[in-house]
């Protein structure tokens, strides 16, 4: 995230969907959606087999979180230490998509964006753990730098993003701040000619959209056009 922040301020990319909160006041931020945030575990985690799992249950497990400088990593610290629960942090790695391989090989658990792992959890890699008693949400947010122009694809990208947002997102709470996230939340991307990059999306009308999380999947690269 900081990386991102960065190359907005430096106007390398024109825009980016975040995580947030984000309290920059050299950048302007626009909510989009909620985004929860949630346990995971690897189907032979023994937390799996718990009845119920508590926050004090927590304290007990180690934690793989994304490197230093991650939104979401600042927010579980956070949220957990206000709980009272020491977190064990067994692991850092880059990134959701670093993460959840580590979680997946049973290194440990993670606390990330449920709609990143929508497709592993679908599959069987993955569990999600309710935790009782305890929801942990965050806002994402598009952001770019103050004063920021855009081309006309670009407004119509970012006026897109809100809208879509408000009329669908708001009801499934489901998180865009990954790259994991684009097929679900721009089913209509043929309307922007676009190309993949490293992370995030390059649109060739001249508009560069970059967004928090790993390389992207292949099936967003399936879900975007070249």
Same mark, same amino acid.
């Given at each position: @995230? $900081?990386?991102?922040?960065?190359?907005?301020?430096? !106007?390398?990319? $024109?825009?980016?969907?975040?995580?947030?909160?984000?309290? &920059?006041?050299?950048? *302007?931020?626009?909510?989009?959606? @909620? &985004?929860?945030?949630?346990?995971?575990?690897?189907?032979? !985690?023994?937390?799996?087999?718990?009845?119920?799992? @508590?926050?004090? $249950?927590?304290? !007990?497990?180690? =934690?793989?979180?994304?490197?230093?400088?991650?939104? *979401?990593?600042?927010?579980?610290?956070?949220?957990?230490?206000?709980?009272?629960? +020491?977190?064990?942090?067994?692991?850092?790695?880059?990134? /959701?998509?670093?993460?959840?391989?580590?979680?997946?090989?049973?290194?440990?658990?993670?606390?990330?964006?449920?709609?990143?792992?929508?497709?592993?959890?679908?599959?069987?890699?993955?569990?999600?753990?309710?935790?009782? $008693?305890?929801?942990? /949400?965050? +806002?994402?947010?598009?952001? =770019?730098?103050?004063?920021?122009?855009?081309?006309?694809?670009?407004?119509?990208?970012?006026?897109?993003?809100? #809208?879509?947002?408000?009329?669908?997102?708001?009801?499934?709470?489901? +998180?865009?701040? @990954?790259?994991?996230?684009?097929?679900?939340?721009? +089913?209509?991307?043929?309307?922007?000619?676009?190309?993949? #990059?490293? !992370?995030?999306?390059?649109?060739?009308?001249?508009?560069?959209?970059?967004?928090?999380?790993?390389?992207?999947?292949?099936?967003?690269?399936?879900?975007?056009?070249?």
């Amino acid at each position: @995230t $900081d990386q991102i922040s960065e190359k907005l301020l430096q !106007n390398v990319v $024109d825009m980016a969907i975040l995580g947030g909160p984000m309290e &920059d006041r050299r950048l *302007t931020v626009e909510r989009i959606c @909620t &985004d929860e945030l949630v346990l995971i575990a690897s189907p032979s !985690n023994p937390i799996v087999s718990l009845a119920k799992v @508590t926050l004090k $249950d927590l304290g !007990n497990v180690p =934690f793989l979180l994304p490197e230093h400088g991650s939104k *979401t990593r600042q927010l579980v610290e956070r949220k957990l230490r206000e709980a009272g629960v +020491p977190l064990r942090i067994a692991m850092q790695l880059p990134g /959701t998509g670093g993460v959840k391989k580590g979680v997946e090989a049973n290194l440990g658990v993670a606390i990330v964006s449920r709609f990143a792992v929508e497709r592993e959890c679908a599959l069987g890699a993955l569990r999600l753990i309710p935790v009782a $008693d305890w929801q942990l /949400t965050r +806002p994402v947010e598009l952001v =770019f730098r103050k004063q920021k122009y855009f081309s006309p694809v670009g407004e119509k990208f970012r006026q897109f993003a809100l #809208s879509y947002g408000r009329e669908r997102l708001a009801q499934l709470h489901c +998180p865009i701040g @990954t790259c994991d996230g684009l097929r679900r939340v721009f +089913p209509d991307a043929q309307e922007f000619p676009c190309v993949v #990059s490293r !992370n995030g999306v390059a649109c060739s009308e001249g508009v560069s959209v970059e967004f928090a999380g790993g390389q992207p999947r292949d099936e967003m690269r399936r879900a975007v056009p070249r």
